[in-house]
Nanobody, 124 residues
Framework: QVQLVESGGGLAQPGGSLRLSCAAS????????MSWARQAPGKGREWVIG????????YYADSVKGRFTIDRDNDNNMVYLQMNNLKPEDTGVYYC?????????????????WGQGTQVTVSS
């Protein structure tokens, strides 16, 4: 079955960095776009960033543009989220998501599978 397992969350100071990883299994990884979304306490899940199946295109929410980047390793079925210049408002649970096709949906509902999430806390 399709499985997405996130790791790398933790506590970071404002202005700091974190790198999240997502290990994918159970499907032909290189055939599908992948994304990250997040959910802050008391709020709905928000799509953040995505990458096309072959890594040729990347899409960013305005809130993370210039600070977050996404990459994938199709040989090892991995997707990564590099988060720089972190802000307290970046705090939340971060989820790795699989799209049902090669292009990136920029909505949460546009994805068909999400992982269990990893907590990111940005605080001094």
């Amino acid at each position: 079955q399709v499985q997405l397992v996130e790791s790398g969350g933790g506590l970071a100071q404002p202005g700091g960095s974190l790198r999240l990883s997502c290990a994918a299994s159970g499907f032909t990884f290189s055939s599908f776009a992948m994304s990250w979304a997040r959910q802050a306490p008391g709020k709905g899940r928000e799509w953040v960033i995505g990458i096309a199946n072959d890594g040729s295109d990347r899409y960013y929410a305005d809130s993370v543009k210039g600070r977050f980047t996404i990459d994938r390793d199709n040989d090892n079925n991995m997707v990564y989220l590099q988060m720089n210049n972190l802000k307290p408002e970046d705090t939340g649970v971060y989820y790795c998501g699989k799209a049902p096709w090669v292009v990136v949906p920029t909505t949460v509902i546009g994805h068909d599978v999400w992982g269990q999430g990893t907590q990111v806390t940005v605080s001094s």
